[in-house]
């Protein structure tokens, strides 16, 4: 996920098909036919300005959040919602009717960040990366967080360490890698990553909870030693946090009715 900005771009297309209610909107069924689309988005991000990089025809309605935006499709509002991939594929697994298209429109690699020179906690979470990946564990984590449909399932009980504490900043509203259950406990596929990275060190794993756009200052105030929460790995992230390997490849994805 990019930390929100202020929109450079306000393009509010409004038409008379929005005001009356959009009940005979043409579906969307291909990512070629997106270009001159209009676009619910949550505002106050910058998927407007990702959209207009690759289909500059696009026009855009603004909502409070990414739901929104997707009940707002589903409603005959919008034609399409855009957003990060994984928590589009997550809202459409909870509600029929709504599909992502399967190629993206933009790409993006996520990582989890450390501190510049923290090898030793950039080696772990690389560690853990690989290992899942090569013994078939990432693929029964994504059957886990992304289910083709319904709620995630609950979060794995992982035993970690007793030698000190690895203290992991999230911001838990970007289900399905971060995110509060119904226990009140943050959990997600990164709280997991992080769980077993932690787990890998011998430590106690301590979550700590943030908004997004605090992530990276807290990690290079010493506040937490590690954050994930959907990050999009950045060159200009680079200059200031240490990146661990991709563990997923997201992007800006298309939401349209089924």
């Known amino acids: 996920m990019r930390i929100p900005t202020r929109s450079l771009l306000i393009t509010i297309a409004v038409c008379g098909s929005v005001l009356a209610g959009c009940t005979a909107r043409e579906k969307v069924t291909a990512s070629d036919s997106l270009d001159g689309r209009q676009f619910g988005i949550p505002t106050g991000t910058v998927v407007d300005q990702l959209v207009l990089s690759k289909l500059p025809k696009a026009t855009f309605l603004y909502f409070t959040t990414v739901l929104d935006a997707a009940m707002a499709v589903k409603a005959g509002k919008v034609d399409v919602a855009a957003y990060d991939e994984p928590i589009l594929?997550?809202?459409?697994?909870?509600?029929?009717?709504?599909?992502?298209?399967?190629?993206?429109?933009?790409?993006?690699?996520?990582?989890?960040a450390v501190r510049l020179g923290d090898v030793e906690i950039k080696n772990a979470v690389d560690s853990v990366i690989h290992e899942v990946k090569a013994n078939g564990e990432y693929e029964q984590m994504v059957a886990?967080?992304?289910?083709?449909?319904?709620?995630?399932?609950?979060?794995?009980?992982?035993?970690?360490?007793?030698?000190?504490?690895?203290?992991?900043g999230t911001a838990a509203v970007t289900e399905p890698f971060s995110f509060v259950d119904a226990s009140r406990q943050v959990v997600g596929m990164d709280v997991e990553f992080a769980a077993r990275t932690a787990a890998k060190l011998g430590r106690r794993l301590e979550i700590v909870n943030m908004d997004f756009g605090a992530m990276i200052p807290a990690l290079m105030a010493g506040k937490v030693d590690m954050i994930g929460a959907c990050i999009t790995i950045t060159a200009e992230r680079r200059k200031s946090v240490l990146f661990s390997d991709t563990y997923y490849v997201g992007g800006i994805s298309a939401l349209v009715r089924q």
Do not use: C, H, Q
Not at 89 to 112: Q, S
């Open 89 to 112: 594929r997550n809202i459409a697994a909870k509600n029929p009717g709504l599909v992502v298209l399967p190629e993206k429109i933009t790409t993006d690699d996520y990582g989890f």
């Open 144 to 168: 886990r967080w992304l289910p083709a449909s319904g709620e995630p399932k609950p979060m794995p009980t992982i035993a970690t360490g007793t030698n000190g504490v690895l203290r992991f």
